[in-house]
């Protein structure tokens, strides 16, 4: 039987008064205009906090203090299996400017329902609503 190669990726559940921050993907990429949690691959030699860091600056142009894990889980779509691990995070430098993302938005967990997010989220989402 083929062992199917899991990819690391990483994100941030960056809150600022009871509002977290969602990302919506770029159209052209996988996924295209779903809503998700900012981060994305682990690059080999990298630790997840370093590699959640690295995403923020590319992305979002700011320096994140990253804390504990949230919440982590494995999803398979067609053309990859993840194993996204949540990180609660906050930003410690900078203000977000939008380099990659097609949009920005910081919502209320009530909110959630009102987006469409990558599959891999459901589970975190439901989590979330719950706090």
């Not at 921050?21 to 690059?43: D, Q, S, T, Y």
């Not at 910081?106 to 459901?122: G, K, L, R, V």
Request: with cysteine.
């Amino acid at each position: 039987m083929e062992r199917k190669t899991i990819t690391e990726v990483v994100a941030a559940l960056i809150w600022d008064n009871g509002k977290f921050m969602i990302c919506r993907r770029p159209k052209n990429k996988a996924r295209g205009l779903l809503w998700e949690f900012i981060g994305g691959k682990v690059e080999p030699g990298e630790s997840k906090a370093q590699a959640l860091i690295r995403e923020c600056r590319e992305e979002l142009a700011v320096t994140l203090s990253v804390g504990d894990v949230f919440m982590d889980v494995i999803h398979e779509y067609p053309d990859i299996t993840v194993h996204l691990t949540l990180f609660n995070a906050q930003i410690a430098q900078g203000v977000v400017q939008m380099l990659e993302h097609f949009d920005i938005r910081w919502i209320t967990p009530d909110e959630i329902p009102n987006y469409e997010f990558c599959p891999a989220d459901d589970e975190i989402l439901k989590r979330i609503m719950k706090i």
